[in-house]
C-alpha cells in the first residue's frame, strides 16, 4: 500500500470517504468488543479448574504437617516457597508469599518506604522533601496510579525493545538523589512486550546512584507467558545486584493471577535475605498471615515448575492464535502506509501501537463510536499523559478470536481515518 | 479455702511445701502444653471442610454472573456483602469484603489515616507531631503492635465487664486533640470478655471529641462466637454514630476467621457509605481485587445469617466443655483465697486472669519452667507492659479438654506459689 504521506490531499479525501464508508459499515452492525484490559479468557481459566479440588476435606496439611486451616506462618509455607522461589529464580529464604495480588504487594512495599523507609539506616521517604520515581513508558498504568497517588514525582523514560534508555537513567541517577526507584516490567513489558536485555539488567544493578536507598521494583508479571516457541531469557535481577555489590537495591514482584485465576492466584515479593527478613518483620504488625489453603491448591496442582511451564504452555496455544490475528490484521491494513508502528511481543498480554503523532485519543474516541472499547489513550504513561499522543494498547486475551479480528479491523480503519484527518490538517 | 492473706507465715511455707510437691509431679511428667493463642482446634475447623468443596469446576460464577475465576470487583462479590453486611449489622454500600486477614484491614487503615488522613478534610495523621490512642487494657495484643510499629503513643485505659471507663475517656478526648481515636474489641473482649454496654456504645458515639477526625477502630471480632446459651447482644455502633450526628467516627471491623479457617477465610471492613466510598477510592492502588473465589466458598457455604449461626452453635459445643474446665478448675483451686480475679466470658476465646499485683511474670515463668506456655506476662498491654503485672490470658481453645485441664491445674499451683512468694516476701 502507498505510504499515506506520499498521498496528496484529493488522494486522502478519496481514501478518507472510503475508509468513513467501512467505519459506518461496522458501526451500523452495532458491534461492542472491549480490548481494553489484559484479562485471561474463559478458556484459559478453565485450565485450572483442577486446581481447585486439591484442597479438599482430606487434603489441607501442608508438607510438615501443619493444619492449612489454622493460623500459622507468615512468609508462605514451605512448598511454595520452594516451587515460586524457583519460579523467580530466587532462594527460598528470597521469597516471601503473600496473598492474591502483587500490586498488593507493591502498594504495600510503597507505603512502608513512605513511613518506614526501605531499610534501617534511610528516611522514610514520607519525610523528604520531594521524592522521583522512574517510569519507563509506556508502561503499566496501576504502577504510575500508585506514585501518583502518594505524591511521587514520576519521571517518564523512553523503552525500547530491550529495556528503558540506560544512558539517560545513569545520568539522572547519579546526581539526583530525590530519585528513589524505578518500575520496571522486564519481560514482555506491559504494554511494549520489551525484553530487558543483559546489558540493561547490568546497567541497572550495578549503576552509580546518588540515593543509597534507591530501590528498583522488579515486576515480573511475565515470567513465563510466552507467546513464542522459543521464550525469552531474562537475566537474574537479584544475582547482578548481589554481583555489583548492591544486593538490597532490587525488590522483585510476581503472581500467578494469569497462570491459575485472576484474583484467585498467588502474589510474592522476593529479594536479598536481608530486605526479606525486614519485611516480614514488618507484615508481622500487618497480617496474621497469608491464606496457605490457596498456597496448597497451588503447589498441590502444579507440583514443580515444570508442571508450571506445561501448564503455559496450553495458555500458549489458547493466546498465539488472538496475538497472531492482531499482528495479521496490522500488517494488511497498515503496512506500507508509514502512519503507524506496532509491536511483535513474544510474551505477555499486550500489542503496543504508535500511531502519528496527536492521533491515539482519537483512534480510541472513534473505535469506541463505533462499538470497541480501547484502553483510554494515555493510560500507559504517567498522570495518564501521553506526551505524543500517539500509543495504544491492545488487549487481545480476553475476547473470543473472531472477536479479535474485527475489533482489529476497526482499529486499522480508525487509525487510518485519524492519520488523514491530521495529514490533511497539517 | 482460706484467704491466704489470713495465714500467717509459717502456714504459707507448709503450704508452698505442698504446692511446691504438686509442682514438682507436674513438672516430671514432662507435658509440653501451650494454651498462648486463640487458635481453633481441629473439631471446629473440621466443621468447615464441606466449604472446601462448595467452589469447583461446576461453581465459580458469582449470583450476578460474574466469573469468579477473573479480574474484576473491589470490594466483594454481591452475595458476599448481602451475606455479612447482615453479620455486621451494616447496609451492603456500608461493607467491604477484602481478604483473609481482618488484622490486613486495621493495619492498612492505619497506614493510610498516616499517609492520607480518615477524610478529604483531615489531615495525614503522620504530618502531625504527635498522636495518641485509646487502649483498652487489658485487650489484644496485635492492636497495640499497630499503635507502637507507627510511633503512635498510647493511653491504657481501664475496662471493665460492661467496657472501658467512659468517664475518663470522655474527659480525655474533650481536651486532647492528639487523641486519634480508640481500639475496641466491644463483644466478648480479648481478653475478659467484656461486652460494651449499651450506654458505653452510646457514649463513644456521641462524645465530644477534640479531633474532628477521632475514629472508632471496632474489631467485632466475636461477633457471633458465644458460650452461653442465650448470646449477648451488643448495640449498633454504626446506627448510634449516626443517631448522634457523627456517622463517620466508626471504623467496623470482622473476619471468619474463627468461624470457617483461620487464615483461610475473610475479613471485612463496615463504616457509613461516605467513608467506604473513599476507601474503595484508595483500594483501588492497592489491589486488584479480593479473592472472589473464596468469597463464593464462604456465601455457599452458608447461604444466609441463619447458616452462620447454626454454624456457630456447633463451635459452642465444642469450646464450652474447655471453657467450663477453665471455670471448674480456677473455682476449685482458687476461690475463698483471695490471691486472685477471673473473667466468666459469655464468649469469645479467652479467660483473664489478675493475679496479685506483682505475680503475673512469675506465674508464667513458674508455668513455663514446668512445661505450661502462657501468653507472655504484659502481652495484653500497651508497650508490653502491665503496670500492675497481675494480667494472666488463658487461651483454652486449642488443646484437648484432658490438656486443658491439666494446664489449668498447673496454673493454680503457680499462681498459689507466685502468691505466697509475695505476701511472705512483702
Not at 163 to 177: F, H, N
Not at 193 to 205: M, P, Q
Amino acid at each position: 500500500m502507498s505510504d499515506f504521506k506520499s498521498l496528496d490531499n484529493q488522494q486522502l479525501h478519496q481514501l478518507k470517504d472510503k475508509l468513513l464508508d467501512q467505519y459506518h459499515g461496522f458501526k451500523s452492525r452495532g458491534i461492542t468488543l472491549d480490548i481494553t484490559r489484559g484479562k485471561p479468557c474463559s478458556e484459559q481459566l478453565d485450565l485450572a479448574l483442577e486446581m481447585l479440588g486439591c484442597v479438599n476435606s482430606k487434603e489441607y496439611r501442608t508438607e510438615d504437617g501443619t493444619d492449612g486451616r489454622n493460623y500459622g506462618g507468615l512468609d508462605g509455607i514451605p512448598e511454595a516457597k520452594k516451587l515460586f522461589s524457583r519460579y523467580l529464580e530466587v532462594a527460598p529464604e528470597e521469597i516471601i508469599i503473600g496473598s492474591n495480588s502483587s500490586l498488593n504487594l507493591m502498594h504495600d512495599t510503597f507505603l512502608r518506604a513512605m513511613l518506614k523507609g526501605v531499610s534501617e539506616d534511610s528516611p522514610p521517604w514520607g519525610k523528604l522533601p520531594k521524592i522521583k520515581f522512574l517510569c519507563p513508558s509506556p508502561g503499566y498504568d496501576r504502577h504510575f496510579f500508585i506514585c501518583d497517588y502518594l505524591g511521587i514525582e514520576m519521571i517518564p523514560v523512553e523503552i525500547n525493545a530491550a529495556g528503558p534508555s540506560m544512558d539517560l537513567i545513569e545520568a539522572m541517577v547519579a546526581e539526583d538523589e530525590s530519585i528513589k526507584g524505578i518500575w520496571c516490567v522486564p519481560k514482555y513489558s506491559n504494554p511494549t512486550g520489551a525484553v530487558y536485555s543483559d546489558e540493561v539488567v547490568d546497567r541497572l544493578a550495578s549503576m552509580h546512584v546518588k540515593a543509597s536507598d534507591f530501590r528498583i521494583f522488579w515486576d515480573n508479571a511475565y515470567a513465563v507467558h510466552h507467546l513464542a516457541d522459543k521464550p525469552a531469557r531474562l537475566k537474574n535481577i537479584l544475582s547482578a545486584c548481589k554481583k555489583a555489590g548492591n544486593p538490597e537495591r532490587v525488590f522483585i514482584f510476581g503472581s500467578t493471577s494469569k497462570i491459575t485465576f485472576a484474583g484467585g492466584g498467588l502474589a510474592m515479593m522476593a529479594g536479598s535475605a536481608k530486605n526479606m527478613a525486614r519485611v516480614k518483620k514488618q507484615i508481622t504488625f500487618q497480617t496474621i498471615g497469608p491464606d496457605k489453603l490457596n498456597q496448597l491448591r497451588h503447589v498441590k496442582f502444579f507440583k514443580n515448575i515444570k508442571g508450571i511451564e506445561d501448564h503455559m504452555n496450553k495458555h500458549t496455544a489458547i493466546l498465539k492464535p488472538k496475538f497472531d490475528a492482531v499482528q495479521r490484521v496490522l500488517e494488511k491494513e497498515l503496512s506500507g502506509k508509514n502512519i503507524a508502528q506496532w509491536s511483535h511481543p513474544a510474551g505477555g498480554y499486550f500489542v503496543s501501537i504508535d500511531t502519528m503523532q496527536g492521533c491515539a485519543a482519537a483512534v480510541v474516541r472513534l473505535a469506541a463510536e463505533a462499538g470497541v472499547k480501547l484502553t483510554p489513550a494515555g493510560s500507559t504513561y504517567p498522570y495518564m499523559q501521553d506526551p505524543l499522543d500517539r500509543n495504544i494498547r491492545i488487549a487481545p486475551s480476553f475476547p473470543p478470536l473472531e472477536d479479535v479480528r474485527s475489533a482489529m479491523q476497526l482499529v486499522c480503519i480508525c487509525i487510518q481515518l485519524a492519520s488523514i484527518d491530521k495529514l490533511t490538517r497539517d
